[in-house]
């Protein structure tokens, strides 16, 4: 059983950054992800990492802007979010995923663990 407590959400300018935190309890060696949804709108894929930390994906909505990074001995899993929009405004989770890394990342019920979702606002 792995538990996941999320943090670091907040209200942030046009432009400004944030750092998410996921807290890991149980295996550490999983694949990592990030995920958003805005109010009225479905559950999207922000990024991944693999178990190593060797192999990273993002979605294009955030590919140059959001590094996803881990830190195995603390087993927590990092979020960076720099020149952040108002269309990244949503509930942030984090999520583990038992299953072997593969090109099916983006798929969510890929990660069988959730955190409770921390609040990204950004104001503009």
């Known amino acids: 059983q792995v538990q996941l407590v999320e943090s670091g959400g907040g209200l942030v300018q046009v432009g400004g950054s944030l750092r998410l935190s996921c807290a890991a309890s149980?295996?550490?060696?999983?694949?990592m992800g990030w995920f958003r949804q805005a109010p009225g709108k479905e559950r999207e894929f922000v990024a991944t990492?693999?178990?190593?930390?060797?192999?990273?994906n993002y979605a294009d909505s955030v590919k140059g802007r959001f590094t996803i990074s881990r830190d195995i001995r603390k087993n927590t899993v990092y979020l960076q979010m720099n020149s952040l929009k108002p269309e990244d405004t949503a509930v942030y989770y984090c999520?583990?995923?038992?299953?072997?890394?593969?090109?099916?990342?983006?798929?969510?019920?890929?990660?069988?663990?959730w955190g409770q979702g921390t609040q990204v606002t950004v104001s503009s």
């Open positions: 149980g295996r550490s060696s999983y694949a």
């Open positions: 999520a583990a995923s038992p299953l072997p890394y593969s090109s099916d990342y983006q798929t969510s019920s890929r990660y069988h663990y």
């Open positions: 990492i693999s178990g190593s930390a060797g192999t990273t």
